[in-house]
Every structure is written in structure tokens, then in C-alpha cells.
């Protein structure tokens, strides 16, 4: 059946309520490091990006100028040391000192200039590449396909003509989700990668957005508008991890650690935040030539981590304090050449049922905790027009264990009852919304990404209905999390900013990180005042901590 017409951003308030009591604001702390932020062309500059990193740290501690241009950071995130300096402001260059030597206990004053660079096109994020380039919504959009595993930078630097970028389209298609330039994995089933003339008319709009016909780009190069008010409020530390081949896609906080699946190798990850320290548990190859890596990462009430094997067919558990894993894999006979078990749910308590999602063929399994058995569900198949064209996502149970889906390419929010398996699908509000990952809450609603429609949506599961929030343009969100305070967090992988909605008003504030950063499933730490933010940098190999100071 289909679901109630949805609500408008100012309707919804009468179907939120409070996640918790709003927090004071972080206490004043000492300095160790402050400045100002000017140029020749605006002066004081607000919303500049200032980077410290000690010699031989794997820790970037990164602060934003406020209105005045001034920026300061805390003395207890800058030890003694000898400090490397960096700031990002699209269009800008530093010109000036870009070291410092810091004393235990004595605060340092370093002005800081900026020069208009001359290269603008290497600052441009993805999303300042859709700005600038030629074309109509619908065109750009596409690109929200390639920004997963390389930049929107490498095509437009490219020089492949539309007869090239045919093969080059259907190549990409062959790799698997888990790819990045420096490691890109081969699907084994190469059925997507079929047919490449069908992708004539998307490689023809490349050829006029790159070097193919011109030495330079015949179209303005266009930035976004830094930050400003709040959005300066924030200190962010990024942590490198030791690899650049690391892709840390879900990452959650417990413990004092933060833990990671590894996207597109068989590890997961633990990175100690006090010190920087990292350590990684090594998976099983469970089949030998398929790609590797994993994605959903979920925790249990014991401090039990699950996850999805992706192409290695199966889901696993493992405990933190014996550090063992149990795998969960598929059997034999239903394990083919597409299967992919990316998400799971964790109301098991229920029934003993887990749920996850067979990504290759979009079709629902549910394992048998207790016997590890699964059993299969086709609920795509009872959709207006069959299963053709449409796709899972992400999956979420309600407290009752039935599951909810994001079907990716026609819309709908899909229901799957748990004890008779019966199927109802809603519509969501926005047209080509591309739904991507989303959470349930305690009440039975339903958070989600709209990718393509670049809002947060919720649908709530008791009264059938939608609500909706826009977000600042071009952040094509990837998922969704709430915090203490009823506030919304989320990012994507066009602006490299984390966006904080407060759904009572629509109100946004963004926080800019420091360099690219593809962002995908994050967390929200509750346990600090204000709350704390965590991400990891897929393609940068890197844990990223936001933590605004209001």
C-alpha cells in the first residue's frame, strides 16, 4: 500500500520529541597557539581552516578563524613540539611561516597571511566541480556515481574523448564499490560492466566537462562560501592511519576506542584517540579472488561488534575482549559470483533473527543466530512493477524486528513484516531521492539519507508518514545520525563538511575538515558535552574527531 502524504520541515515538529536535555557549552580552555588569519584581498578572513602537526604524530589538530580572523588552539591538544602549519580556504595560498616551535606551558602567537593562489582548480572540491561545470541538475547529478571510489578532479583533468570514455565507463563499472585509484578490485561477475554503449550519452557530457576539445576549461571556476559563525566553533583532529590503502567506511566509538570496518581490505581497525596507537584484527579469506573488504558495522548490547563480509559472503562477530571472530557464511549452494552481504540489524533479542541484505542479486536474508542458517526474501519482487530497476540499500529493524529497506533507485522505504513476511512499500516524498543509509530510533522511526535529493528524511513507522529536512547545497548526504539533543548529523562526499541539522528549526551549521574527505557512515558520541563526532576518511585513510565547542 502506499504511505500518508509527508510532512513539511515545520509540520514535523509535532511528531518529534527529545532525545535528550540540551548540554552546556564547553568550558574556556587555555591556549597554546593563536593568530590571525589576513590577506591583501579580504583582510581579516573568517572560516579559514589552520592545521598543527607535530613532527613524527600521526594527529592533525585543526581550528577556524572566527569573524575577526583570529584562531586559537587549545593548550591540551598542542603538547611540546616542533609543529608544521597549513590552513585550507579555497583560492588561498599561505604565505608565511608555516612552522612552529612550542614550549610546555608558554602559549605561541603566529599571525598568518594569505596569497591568492594560483592554481585554484587542485583546492576545488567535488562539489565545487559541480558548481563550476557546464550542464543541466540532471547531468551533474550523475557524477554522484563517481565521487565514491576517485574525485570529480580526475575527469575533469582528463583528456578522453566520448569514444573513450565508453570503455573507460564501462571499466569502472566492472570494479567493485570496494575500489579506490590506488587499489581498485575487480568484480567477478562483470555483468554491470555489460553492454558499454549504453553509457554513450553520459560519456559525451564528460567530453565537454574536460580537456578533451580545449588546453583549459572554457567554464568559471566557482568555490563555495566558507563558513561562518558557528560553523568556526570546532576543533577537529584527524588520525592517519598507516596505510594509504586503509579505507575506514563505518566507523563507532566504544570503549575509548574507535573501531572501523576496513572497506577494501580483510581487516578491521582500532585506533586509541589518546594516543594515536592502531591495531588491526586480520579476517579470513573466505573466497579466494573476490574482492576484499567489509562495510556495516554494528554493536551489540555486550560490546559485541558485527559486520558485513560484503563479497566474501557472510556476516561476523567478534569480541573485543578475546578478540576472536565467528564467521556467519552463507552456504554453498546459494554463495554465488554477485553475492554481497553488506548491512545487518541488531534487535536479534527479539527472535534470535538477524537481518542483512544480499546486495548482488537485492534480494533479503535472515540468519539464525543461534543455527546460522539464513533464509532468503525477494520483497523487491512485490513492487508496483516488479523488481526491475530497483535495488536495497540499507536495512533497519523496528522494535518488533520487522525490517525496514531504502530501495536506491525508485524510492520507496519497503517493509518486511518478521512473522508473516508480508511486503508494504511507501514512496518517499522526493522523486530520484537515491535513499542510502539509514538508522531506526527508539521510537520506531525511521532516519534516512536522500543521496540524490540532498535532504535528511525520516519516516515514522507508527503513523505512516514522511517528514523532510533540506540540507546546505550539494551535500548529498550519505547517512544519518541523531545525538543527545535531538540534533541531526550527517555528511557525504562533495564538500568535505559535516553538516549539523537542528530539525525544530531546519537550521543548519557546517564544519569544514581540513582536506578531502569521503565521508560515509558516522557516529555520535554522547558521552561528551557538547557531543563529539566521528567519521572515517574512506579514500584518505584517516579517523576524523569533530568536536564543536557549542
Given at each position: 500500500?502506499?504511505?500518508?502524504?509527508?510532512?513539511?520541515?515545520?509540520?514535523?515538529?509535532?511528531?518529534?520529541?527529545?532525545?535528550?536535555?540540551?548540554?552546556?557549552?564547553?568550558?574556556?580552555?587555555?591556549?597554546?597557539?593563536?593568530?590571525?588569519?589576513?590577506?591583501?584581498?579580504?583582510g581579516p578572513m573568517e572560516g579559514v581552516?589552520?592545521?598543527?602537526?607535530?613532527?613524527?604524530?600521526?594527529?592533525?589538530?585543526?581550528?577556524?578563524?572566527?569573524?575577526?580572523?583570529?584562531?586559537?588552539?587549545?593548550?591540551?591538544?598542542?603538547?611540546?613540539?616542533?609543529?608544521?602549519?597549513?590552513?585550507?580556504?579555497?583560492?588561498?595560498?599561505?604565505?608565511?611561516?608555516?612552522?612552529?616551535?612550542?614550549?610546555?606551558?608558554?602559549?605561541?602567537?603566529?599571525?598568518?597571511?594569505?596569497?591568492?593562489?594560483?592554481?585554484?582548480?587542485?583546492?576545488?572540491?567535488?562539489?565545487?566541480?559541480?558548481?563550476?561545470?557546464?550542464?543541466?541538475?540532471?547531468?551533474?547529478?550523475?557524477?554522484?556515481?563517481?565521487?565514491?571510489?576517485?574525485?570529480?578532479?580526475?575527469?575533469?583533468?582528463?583528456?578522453?574523448?566520448?569514444?573513450?570514455?565508453?570503455?573507460?565507463?564501462?571499466?569502472?563499472?566492472?570494479?567493485?564499490?570496494?575500489?579506490?585509484?590506488?587499489?581498485?578490485?575487480?568484480?567477478?561477475?562483470?555483468?554491470?560492466?555489460?553492454?558499454?554503449?549504453?553509457?554513450?550519452?553520459?560519456?559525451?557530457?564528460?567530453?565537454?566537462?574536460?580537456?578533451?576539445?580545449?588546453?583549459?576549461?572554457?567554464?568559471?571556476?566557482?568555490?563555495?562560501?566558507?563558513?561562518?559563525?558557528?560553523?568556526?566553533?570546532?576543533?577537529?583532529?584527524?588520525?592517519?592511519?598507516?596505510?594509504?590503502?586503509?579505507?575506514?567506511?563505518?566507523?563507532?566509538?566504544?570503549?575509548?576506542?574507535?573501531?572501523?570496518?576496513?572497506?577494501?581490505?580483510?581487516?578491521?581497525?582500532?585506533?586509541?584517540?589518546?594516543?594515536?596507537?592502531?591495531?588491526?584484527?586480520?579476517?579470513?579469506?573466505?573466497?579466494?579472488?573476490?574482492?576484499?573488504?567489509?562495510?556495516?558495522?554494528?554493536?551489540?548490547?555486550?560490546?559485541?561488534?558485527?559486520?558485513?563480509?560484503?563479497?566474501?559472503?557472510?556476516?561476523?562477530?567478534?569480541?573485543?575482549?578475546?578478540?576472536?571472530?565467528?564467521?556467519?557464511?552463507?552456504?554453498?549452494?546459494?554463495?554465488?559470483?554477485?553475492?554481497?552481504?553488506?548491512?545487518?540489524?541488531?534487535?536479534?533479542g527479539v527472535d534470535g533473527k538477524m537481518?542483512?541484505?544480499?546486495?548482488?542479486?537485492?534480494?533479503?536474508?535472515?540468519?539464525?543466530?543461534?543455527?546460522?542458517?539464513?533464509?532468503?526474501?525477494?520483497?523487491?519482487?512485490?513492487?508496483?512493477?516488479?523488481?526491475?530497476?530497483?535495488?536495497?540499500?540499507?536495512?533497519?529493524?523496528?522494535?518488533?524486528?520487522?525490517?525496514?529497506?531504502?530501495?536506491?533507485?525508485?524510492?520507496?522505504?519497503?517493509?518486511?513484516?518478521?512473522?508473516?513476511?508480508?511486503?508494504?512499500?511507501?514512496?518517499?516524498?522526493?522523486?530520484?531521492?537515491?535513499?542510502?543509509?539509514?538508522?531506526?530510533?527508539?521510537?520506531?522511526?525511521?532516519?534516512?539519507?536522500?543521496?540524490?535529493?540532498?535532504?535528511?528524511?525520516?519516516?515514522?513507522?507508527?503513523?505512516?508518514?514522511?517528514?523532510?529536512?533540506?540540507?546546505?547545497?550539494?551535500?548529498?548526504?550519505?547517512?544519518?545520525?541523531?545525538?543527545?539533543?535531538?540534533?541531526?548529523?550527517?555528511?557525504?562526499?562533495?564538500?568535505?563538511?559535516?553538516?549539523?541539522?537542528?530539525?525544530?528549526?531546519?537550521?543548519?551549521?557546517?564544519?569544514?575538515?581540513?582536506?578531502?574527505?569521503?565521508?560515509?557512515?558516522?557516529?555520535?558520541?554522547?558521552?561528551?558535552?557538547p557531543v563529539t563526532f566521528w567519521v572515517?576518511?574512506?579514500?584518505?585513510?584517516?579517523?576524523?574527531?569533530?568536536?564543536?565547542?557549542?
Amino acid at each position: 500500500m502506499l504511505g500518508y502524504p509527508f510532512l513539511t520541515a515545520a509540520a514535523a515538529l509535532t511528531v518529534l520529541s527529545t532525545f535528550g536535555i540540551d548540554a552546556p557549552a564547553g568550558a574556556q580552555s587555555a591556549v597554546a597557539l593563536s593568530g590571525q588569519v589576513t590577506s591583501a584581498e579580504e583582510g581579516p578572513m573568517e572560516g579559514v581552516i589552520v592545521n598543527a602537526k607535530r613532527e613524527g604524530s600521526n594527529m592533525t589538530v585543526s581550528v577556524v578563524s572566527d569573524e575577526r580572523g583570529r584562531y586559537s588552539f587549545p593548550a591540551e591538544r598542542l603538547g611540546a613540539g616542533h609543529y608544521t602549519l597549513s590552513i585550507r580556504a579555497a583560492g588561498y595560498d599561505l604565505d608565511g611561516p608555516s612552522a612552529t616551535d612550542l614550549a610546555t606551558g608558554a602559549a605561541a602567537t603566529i599571525d598568518l597571511k594569505l596569497r591568492k593562489t594560483r592554481n585554484l582548480s587542485r583546492q576545488l572540491t567535488n562539489a565545487e566541480w559541480m558548481m563550476s561545470i557546464p550542464g543541466s541538475e540532471d547531468e551533474k547529478l550523475q557524477l554522484l556515481n563517481c565521487v565514491s571510489c576517485h574525485t570529480l578532479e580526475r575527469i575533469v583533468k582528463s583528456t578522453h574523448d566520448a569514444d573513450e570514455f565508453v570503455q573507460v565507463v564501462a571499466r569502472m563499472q566492472g570494479y567493485a564499490q570496494v575500489s579506490q585509484p590506488i587499489k581498485p578490485q575487480r568484480r567477478v561477475d562483470q555483468s554491470r560492466a555489460a553492454n558499454p554503449e549504453r553509457f554513450r550519452k553520459f560519456a559525451e557530457y564528460l567530453a565537454t566537462i574536460n580537456l578533451s576539445q580545449v588546453p583549459r576549461w572554457e567554464y568559471e571556476l566557482k568555490t563555495q562560501p566558507r563558513v561562518t559563525g558557528r560553523g568556526t566553533h570546532v576543533v577537529i583532529t584527524e588520525y592517519d592511519l598507516p596505510r594509504p590503502t586503509i579505507e575506514p567506511h563505518d566507523v563507532l566509538f566504544a570503549d575509548g576506542y574507535a573501531w572501523y570496518t576496513n572497506f577494501g581490505e580483510e581487516y578491521i581497525g582500532r585506533l586509541d584517540p589518546r594516543t594515536g596507537q592502531h591495531k588491526e584484527y586480520p579476517l579470513p579469506e573466505l573466497k579466494q579472488g573476490f574482492p576484499t573488504g567489509s562495510l556495516d558495522l554494528k554493536r551489540d548490547h555486550d560490546g559485541t561488534l558485527w559486520f558485513g563480509m560484503m563479497y566474501q559472503g557472510a556476516l561476523a562477530k567478534f569480541d573485543p575482549k578475546s578478540e576472536k571472530f565467528q564467521i556467519f557464511p552463507v552456504a554453498q549452494e546459494r554463495n554465488r559470483d554477485d553475492t554481497q552481504l553488506n548491512m545487518l540489524t541488531m534487535n536479534y533479542g527479539v527472535d534470535g533473527k538477524m537481518w542483512t541484505n544480499d546486495a548482488g542479486p537485492s534480494t533479503i536474508l535472515r540468519l539464525d543466530v543461534a543455527s546460522g542458517k539464513y533464509e532468503s526474501f525477494d520483497p523487491l519482487a512485490m513492487l508496483p512493477g516488479g523488481r526491475a530497476g530497483k535495488s536495497i540499500y540499507d536495512i533497519a529493524a523496528d522494535s518488533q524486528n520487522n525490517l525496514y529497506m531504502t530501495e536506491f533507485q525508485s524510492n520507496y522505504i519497503v517493509r518486511l513484516d518478521a512473522k508473516s513476511g508480508s511486503v508494504t512499500y511507501y514512496q518517499a516524498p522526493t522523486a530520484l531521492s537515491r535513499n542510502r543509509r539509514g538508522n531506526m530510533d527508539d521510537q520506531d522511526r525511521f532516519w534516512f539519507a536522500e543521496y540524490r535529493g540532498n535532504k535528511i528524511g525520516m519516516f515514522d513507522t507508527r503513523q505512516e508518514r514522511f517528514s523532510e529536512w533540506p540540507l546546505p547545497r550539494l551535500t548529498q548526504p550519505y547517512d544519518v545520525i541523531w545525538d543527545k539533543n535531538a540534533e541531526l548529523w550527517t555528511s557525504g562526499m562533495t564538500t568535505d563538511r559535516v553538516v549539523r541539522l537542528d530539525p525544530k528549526t531546519g537550521q543548519s551549521i557546517e564544519y569544514p575538515l581540513a582536506r578531502d574527505t569521503n565521508m560515509r557512515h558516522m557516529f555520535v558520541d554522547n558521552a561528551t558535552t557538547p557531543v563529539t563526532f566521528w567519521v572515517g576518511s574512506n579514500h584518505g585513510a584517516s579517523i576524523v574527531r569533530v568536536e564543536p565547542k557549542d
